[in-house]
Each structure stands twice: as C-alpha cells, then as structure tokens.
C-alpha cells in the first residue's frame, strides 16, 4: 500500500495496533522520532494513556527487526505514527490461544479507546502540523498519568544533573565525608557487582532451561515465565546484596553512594546523547538520590535510623522503582522472551539489569535493613544481623523458582507445544517426518523410530535446522505448479511471466529462482519487488513466500540479463497431517497443541 497504492500519499497520520500476547494493557511503544505534536495530543485526547518512550527507543536499536511492525513502512517515508501494542501472556502468540475465546476483552477495549479517541482528535485537526522538528520524552507516573517534555531538554536536564553530582561530591570532599580513591572504589565496584549479578543469574537461568523440558518447548515464553521471572528477580537482589555487604567493611556508606552515583551519571549522560527516549529512567531517579545524598553531606548530625532518615530513603527510592520497573516488565519483558525463543539464549535475564541499576539506588537502604549504620549496635551484633536480609531473599528466590517448576507442566487449559511435519519431494517421490523440537513428547515419538537422534536438516533451499526426522509413505499430493506464460528475450535481456498454482489448492507457497546472471526486477501479481536490500552479487537467486495463496495462483513476472535457464523451486503449504494409507495416527491429546507459526503442514517441493 504504502509503496504502489496511489491513496498513500494522502496519509499524513498512521495508526497501528499489535498483540504480542491475548492479554494486558495497551501501550504506546512506537513512534516517529519528531513526535512533539503528536504526543501532546495523544496523552491529550486518549482517556487512558499508557506510553513508554524507553521501550520506541529500544525498538529503533534493532532496525532489522522491523520491531514496530506495519508501522515501520509508513515511519520510513516520514509519515507521523503512532504504534500501541498488547503484550501479555506471550504463550498465546500464533497459537491455538490466540482466539477470540481466550483474549482479555479489556485489552480490546484499551484498544479501542485509542482508536476512537484518537481518530476523533486528530480528525479535527491540522495534520500538517503533525510534521515536527523536535521529538518528546514521554512515560507513566501513574496509570493514566502519562507526563512529556520536549527531546531539547533532555540534555540541559542531564547538565544540570551533572553539576548537582559535582557539587554533591564536592562539599562530600570538603568536609571529608567523600574521597576520590573511596569513589572510585565504589563505582567499580558496582559495576562489577551489576555486571556479575546479572551474568550469574543469566547462567542459573540457562541452567533450569537446560534441566526442566518442560522449558524446552518452542513458544514464545512460558505459562510460568512471570513467576520464574520473580524468583529471578530475587535471586539478583541478593547477590547485589552479598555484594554491597562485602563491600562495607572497606568502603563507607557515602563513597558507595556516590560511587554508585558516578556510575548512572556515565549511563545518563550516554543515554541522553544515543538514546533520549530512554534519559528520564536514568535522570530522575539520580536527581532525586543526589538530593539524599547532598542532605547527608550537609547534615552533620544525621541521625542513621531516625523517622527523617526512613523518610528521606522513601523519598529517594520512589522515582527510581516507580519508573525503573513498569520499563522492565512491559512491554520489555515480551521482547525479551521473543529473542529468548528464538535464539535460545538466556535473555530474560538481560532485562534484570534494571533490577541491578536500581540496588545501586538503594544502598543506604540495605545499610539499613542490614543495621550496618547502626551505632548503637555493636559490631559483633551489626555482622550478624547483615546476613538476614540476603538469607531472606535467597529463600524467597529458591521457594519462588521451586514453585513455578513444580508447576511447569501442562494440561488441558495450558497445552505443549509440540511440532511435526509432513514432507514431500515430488521430485524424488520421497516422503519424510520431520520435527523441529528440542525433544520429542509421547505423541510426536509415534512418527519416528527409536533411538532418535536430532540431525541437520534442510526442509527447502537455504532452511537449514536441527530436526528429528524419519521417512514416511509417500501420499499421492498434488505437486505445486509453474506454467510459463511468456517468454521473450531481447540481446542479453530476458522477460519471463509465469503462473504458480496449488492444485491441492494450500494455503501458503514459497518460490527460490536461481539464475546464471543479475535479476534487475521482479512482480508479484503486478506488485513490484523491492531487490534493493539485495547485494549484486547475490542478485542472481530470489526467494519469497506467499501467504493465503489464491486458488487462481500468482503471476510472477522477472527480467533477468542472460538468457539462460533458470531453475525453480517451489513449495506449497497447509495445515494439518495428511491421510497415510496403513498408518493410524493416534489423536493428538489435549494437553498438546501445534507450535507456531505453521501448525503440523504438510509440504510439498518441486524443482
């Protein structure tokens, strides 16, 4: 539409709407970099705005992913958009559970409040002035409470957080309450205990990946990932724990403070400049804790445990988890999952470095939960009260990580998982099952014979995975089909037009084309192929998929500069197993279901 439709030039304002999951709140997550114009009326119009503009700069860090979905094509021609995205319960994504019956109708209705409020309120306004040259920093205070401000003030904010650092540190060096070598100490030091933190936890996470198989299935998280994801949490508060405990006995409370201090002002000052979106979860909460760390410099006689100094810590606390942890969770903790299914590294535990940067917030807090700034204790009674709090969230973690794997299976209303396929070469005539899947469960096993061993395995050209796969009875299917409609050659250029039909009329087909000299164009039913993300030197082949493929076919037309043959291979695609002659295939259970995206196919290939 947005390349050939002859309509799209008169879009001046985009509105996309995602699901990564059948449930939770709509969230703004995508938009255009000069959007000043456009978030003031959005959090203006909308009744119930949820925005995060962390979450449109971290999109934009992986462009090849094309994360803000259809909306990307209109914010590459410099069209306004707005992208919002549902992103709960993730194990619904192309799944038999993503269903009418099973989405959160208030989803929906989030939604379409946005919809209509918005479509009412730009409606009525100048679209054209929707075209900006500055962009806004925006995010939720509350629910419903959606604060922004303009990108320009991103970095005086930052200088000016800056300075208050220096002047806190320097009237901390004044009275001798601060040194240089106890800063720097302690700025290493939380970068080491965040970086560790994160990193053990990463590897206690891939751990009970690699134990639990019920964890090795191919969806997009788990039915417990929320709850795995909390004992994860705590398991990373008490390692940052242990590690500020440690560290106590050689570096006073305010060298940590304004260590830790040093270390997010590096980050907010690198986050303004690479990142603005994302500035405020660093600018904020650094100012609020320079604020209680410049009272403690001040305030001689600050009184360690009094009702000021609980206040003052709240005080402190509240900017940093109010706005550190909705980041985290939402719409973050989907992406996460989503690289996580389809890497198969441990990423969910990327997204605990928020937890980590927060513990640099709340060390004064552990000192005081830990009684290390406690005079009236004495020492003897001080050391061994600081091992309570760890022990109490290392249990919490253990308990929470037991719990969600005791209930880690499955059943009726939380199904596995599992794949298998059916293929067909037509050209060999042979037949083949084949299983992506990490293991195999009690029902994909009746497809092979035992012991089976995982293997490499191409289903088409250039498709290469680890499978299981065993033969089948070859099934008499109808192999697609390439009819030549045209074909004319002038001096070294070739037009071809050619027709592609499912006789067994599937629903989807994929076609690689392998010629001996440079495509220069390409159509698809008269749409014209982009080939510039192509390289010219791998011009020579092309290959594409057609979804909901017409029972009439497609109509392919190239120019190639050679008349030589080309060779084509096509593959169509539908769901569900054939009929095999003399093989009975048992029910698929209840407690299972078809993995995404392609839900048991049945494929056939020709050359």
Known sequence: ????????????????????????????????????????GFVYASPYPLASSFASDFVRLFPAQRGGCD?????DRDIPGLGFVIASNTVGYHTRLDRVQEIDRRSIQHHGSYALALTRYFGNQNLNALQSSQGAVYFNVLPNLTLYYPTSWVLPLALAVGLLYLGVVGVGLQR?????????????????????SVLLTALVWWGIRTFNSNLQVFMVGHYKTLLY?????????????????????????????AGALLVWTVLMFFSSAAMPGASYLLAIPLLFNLLLLGWMMLKREFLFGSWTYVVALVFAAVPGIFLLIPAMLYPNLAWMVRFETFTNLPFLALALIFIALLMGLLIPHIDFLTNAANRRLNRQTRQSNQW???????LISLLILGVATAMSGFDANHPRPNRIAYELNADTGKATWVSADAKLDSWTAQFFSMPAHRSEHESFPGRRSQAF?????????????????SDTVNGNIRNLRLR?????????????IVTRAEITSATVNGKVMDLSFLPPQQRDRLTFSYYNLPQEG???????????????TVQDLSYGLPDIPGKTISPRPLDTMPAPPDLDPTLVTKT
């Open 176 to 196: 001798r309450q601060l040194t240089l070598q106890g800063i720097g100490v302690g700025a290493i030091a939380f970068s080491f205990s965040a970086i560790a």
């Open 229 to 257: 994801f909390l004992g994860l949490v705590f398991f990373t508060m008490t390692l940052m724990v242990v590690f500020h405990l440690w560290l106590q006995r050689k570096v006073s409370l305010t060298n940590r403070m």
């Open 469 to 485: 796969t065993s033969s089948a009875v070859p099934v008499a299917l109808a192999a697609p089909e390439v009819m030549l409609m």
């Open 500 to 512: 592609m039909f499912s006789p067994r009329q599937a629903i989807n087909a994929r076609m690689q």
């Open 554 to 568: 497609i109509d392919i037309t190239l120019t190639i500069q050679s008349p030589q043959p080309i060779q084509l």
């Open 71 to 75: 909306l990307e094509e209109y914010m």
């Open 1 to 40: 539409f947005v390349t050939q439709h002859p309509w799209a030039k008169d879009v001046r304002l985009a509105l996309n709407f995602e699901a990564t999951g059948n449930r939770g709140a709509s969230v703004l997550y995508s938009a255009n970099r000069n959007n000043l114009p456009m978030i003031a």
């Open 388 to 394: 309570y709090l760890p022990g109490t969230l290392v």
